[in-house]
Structures are given as C-alpha cells and as structure tokens.
C-alpha cells in the first residue's frame, strides 16, 4: 500500500509540476562544494576562532590554483550575530558577528571567491531566530502588555498555556499565561509565517545578501517552517524560492530536509535536498564502500535521479558523506584498505551537485562519543602550520585520534588523502557529463563490480566501480576506450577485456 501511494505521489507531482530542463547559467550550478563551518576553519587575528579574513586566505588551498583542491562552491554555515559559537540563533541577520568579522569582509570574501570561479552560499535559519532578537523581544513586551496592536505580537507562534500542539515544544512568555513554539531550544522561538511581515522579513534578508553578491542560500531545518506540516512547509519554500528567483534567475537554493524521501520529494519542486541516505554510516556510500554489493548503490543512484526528475525534471542530486550534524566519515571508513578512497569516488562521481564537509579531503576525525555534543564534530581545521586556530566551545575531543595528519603533512605526500580528492575532483571536473548527464544501470553480473552508462549531449560515457579488495577482469568490448581511473591500484584495457584494481573507479568512452 505504501509503494502504491508513493507512486501515485510521485505521478501527480510530475503531471502537475513539469518543468523544461535548461541550459543556460542554471547550468553552471553542478559544481562540487566545501562546506565550511566558520569558527573552525582558519584564524585570521590569534584569537582562535574561524573568520571570513581566515578562509580569505586559505583560498588558494580551495581553488584557483595548480595545487589547490579545486572546489567550485563554499557553503558557509551561519555567520550573522548569535550569542553561540554555532551561530544558529541569530540576533540580527544584517549584521555579521564581531568573531567573523564584518560587512567589508564579506564583501571581500564574495569579490576573491567570484575571481576563483567559486560561488558563495549562506546557511539561513530562517524558521526561529534567537530569542535575543529584537523582535523576540518586542513579541515578549506586547503580550506581557497584551497590546494586540504590536505588529510584532504575531511574528512568533503561540499558544495557551496547556494548549499548545503536543507535536511541538513549547516554552512559557514569562508573565503571561501564554507559551512560545521552542522546537530546537527554550532560546530558540520558532517565527509565525503565516504573518505576511514576517514573510517580508525574511525575504528581505535574502535580498540584501544577494544583492551583495551572494550566489544562493543553504536552508536549515527547512520542513520546520510549519513543525509536523509538511506541506505549509513546502508551500512556503515555492513561495520563498520563487521570489528569490525574481531577484537572481540562477540562484543555488538546497535545503535540509532530513526525513524520509517520501516527504522530501514535496521540496523539491523549487529546491534541491540534500540527499542523506547516502549519508552516515548506514548510508548508501558508506556500505558501498565497505564492499556491500555495488549494484545496490547503482540501482539506488539511477532509481533516485528518475525519481527527482519526475517531480521536477531541474532538480540535481545534493550527494555527501558527512556534516557539522554527524560523526565524521574518517571514523568509520579506513583509509589503509581503500574504504575512505571508494566513498569519495561514489559520490563525487556522481550526478547533480556533491558537498565535502571541511577536512573530510585529509580523514579529520570527530564524533559526539559519550560527551555527546556536535562541537566534536566541528573540530578546529588541521592546516599543519602557524594557523591559530582552537576546537569550538563544549569540544572534547582527544586529539590523539587524530592520526591521519594534517594539511601540511599530506600536501608532501603524493599518496595521501589530500592528493587524492585533488586528483578526483580533476577527474571530475575533466568530464561534464558525470554531473550532468542521465544515468543507467550497467549490470555486470558481479556484486563487486558494476557502474553506469550516462547519457550527456548525445554520446554515452562508463563509469565502473570495483568496490573488492580483489583485482576483477571483465569483457568491455563495447565500453569504448578507458579514458581515466583513480584508486588505490589501477586499471588497464586490452583486448576488449578491462581489469580494474582494488578499491578502484574508470571512466571510458
């Protein structure tokens, strides 16, 4: 029953939203991105916090050079004033928050990113503020005051006290008999779209950021706008997405919708999700590159790019392994036996538009373990040198599991995990189609090696995958040539017959 309705969902979906592909600047949006928690990442003035001036000049690490990572995309996680070292509970959205820097520096950030061809993106929290904000505090004045004639009396949910939603989370407006919406935290109050100022406010912010230069936005916690509804939700974001449209034609907009697929699919008619599925360590990457069967990957892949096409023929796959919200992936693939080289050949081979999380390219480790807190997952940049830089507060991570090295370290080892993602995201970058084309199954009748066919401006490409610990030979006469491969052994083709190593991916045409 559940398949069937799943499929009836997807078919009005696409009877009713089908859209014309384009191939003009929204193209240029498959790029690979880095995201960047702020705080963590380079400290510019020895004060041991992240700033815009400290990823200024780690840029060159990222693009623009013979030697750099090669990234197209930053996301940078909340830098607007915030009273937590996370920055998720933001005070005033115009304004960035002293530890980071200001305006200027934005704008220079925005400036140098643009010459390197990399684009911007800013993580918007936008479905609670802090309950510091301004019009926290004027919501709180007007009910104490029972002044109904406050505009800001209606910016945030509320309710009666036993009244509220016991969906939701609710904490008391002191003085009242009445209590806020409080989802995440007691200082976090969740706003009220159904006020049309407040959908202004928030569009206006937008606004002004891409009017600065900014390319697109990161949408946190986005099927929280209406908690446990799923569809206001997505109503707002066709809203909200269409009007930032008006303004930037080819604006980048993704949005955490981290739920089941089936509701994920409701977004994705005017955003891209992230994917997570193919996250963590159950996700499709993980157990993939641990040498569970590869044609599970590759079905789900294909099954998955047709399905987000049938919502909305525009939508890209926002493939990754890990965030600053999970357990590093260096944790749970090793790197001596290939596993952390086969999962970033999974996803940054892959269709649509895939996201490194800073320091996943050299194995940075981090998990909440019993002290249980994400600040051990948002660990200070291991850059190797004179960086400044400090673990974010409440972190207690050892750092003698921090065994794979540094920046520094990796950057004079030719075989390192540094190199390594240089090396593959060259390869990607070489062939256009592996973003953009459409892809299918290959069947190869093996568990451990298997790929794709993908379809881009009339010509057919081959990306294969052997994910064993054994070399595997196999009949590629009608694979055409191999043009590249990258893993921790190699490959070769004669005589119709391909042999793939170890732990290794090919491209062939």
Not at 192 to 206: C, M, P, Y
Not at 331 to 353: D, K, R
Not at 374 to 386: I, S, T, V
Request: proline letters at 2%; glycine letters at 6%; charged letters at 25%.
């Amino acid at each position: 029953m559940k398949k069937i309705l799943t499929i009836l969902f997807i078919c009005l979906l696409f009877c009713g939203c089908q859209k014309n592909r384009q191939n003009n600047s929204v193209d240029d949006n498959y790029r690979v991105f880095y995201e960047i928690f702020t705080g963590s990442f380079s400290d510019s003035n020895g004060d041991g916090t992240g700033d815009l001036q400290g990823i200024i000049k780690r840029l060159d690490y990222l693009a623009g050079t013979k030697d750099s990572l090669g990234i197209e995309g930053i996301w940078l996680t909340p830098i607007f004033a915030s009273p937590s070292y996370h920055k998720y509970d933001v005070i005033d959205y115009y304004t960035i928050d002293p530890d980071f820097g200001n305006q200027d520096d934005l704008d220079e950030l925005i400036k140098k990113c643009h010459e390197r061809n990399i684009i911007v993106i800013l993580d918007l929290a936008i479905n609670h503020t802090s309950s510091q904000h301004e019009w926290f505090k004027q919501f709180e004045k007007a009910h104490r005051e029972n002044d109904t004639g406050n505009k800001y009396y209606y910016y945030y949910n509320f309710d009666t006290r036993f009244q509220g939603d016991a969906s939701s989370s609710w904490c008391d407006i002191n003085d009242t008999n009445e209590i806020y919406e409080c989802n995440f935290s007691y200082d976090m109050p969740e706003l009220n779209f159904d006020n049309s100022d407040v959908r202004e406010e928030v569009l206006n912010i937008a606004r002004y950021y891409l009017q600065k230069g900014i390319d697109g936005f990161r949408f946190d916690a986005a099927r929280y706008i209406y908690h446990n509804h799923n569809e206001d939700s997505a109503d707002f974001w066709k809203w909200y997405c269409g009007e930032l449209r008006k303004i930037k034609e080819d604006v980048y907009l993704v949005g955490e919708v981290w739920t089941s697929e089936y509701i994920t699919y409701q977004y994705m008619n005017d955003m891209n999700c992230f994917n997570f599925t193919m996250s963590q360590p159950d996700g499709m990457i993980a157990r993939a590159a641990k040498s569970e069967n590869i044609n599970n990957f590759t079905n789900y892949v294909v099954n998955y790019q047709n399905t987000i096409h049938s919502v909305n023929e525009e939508a890209m796959a926002v493939s990754f392994i890990s965030n600053h919200d999970m357990d590093r992936s260096a944790g749970y693939l090793q790197l001596n036996n290939g596993q952390a080289q086969m999962a970033a050949n999974l996803y940054l081979l892959s269709p649509g538009s895939p996201f490194i999380y800073y320091g996943e390219e050299i194995g940075m480790k981090g998990s909440r373990g019993s002290a249980n807190t994400d600040a051990n997952r948002r660990l200070a940049m291991l850059w190797g040198d004179n960086d400044t830089i400090s673990d974010p507060e409440g972190s207690t991570y050892d750092r003698s599991k921090q065994i794979n090295g540094t920046v520094k370290d990796q950057t004079k080892d030719k075989n390192s995990m540094l190199n390594y993602y240089r090396k593959l995201i060259q390869i990607r970058n070489r062939y256009p189609q592996i973003a953009r084309g459409t892809y299918e199954v290959i069947d190869l009748d093996n568990s451990n090696v298997g790929g794709f066919s993908i379809e881009y401006n009339g010509e057919t490409t081959y990306l294969i995958h052997n994910n064993s610990s054994e070399e595997i030979t196999i009949a590629a006469d009608t694979y055409g040539k191999l043009l590249d491969y990258i893993g921790i052994n190699t490959a070769s083709y004669k005589d119709g017959r391909l042999t793939i190593g170890a732990m290794t991916s090919v491209i062939l045409k």
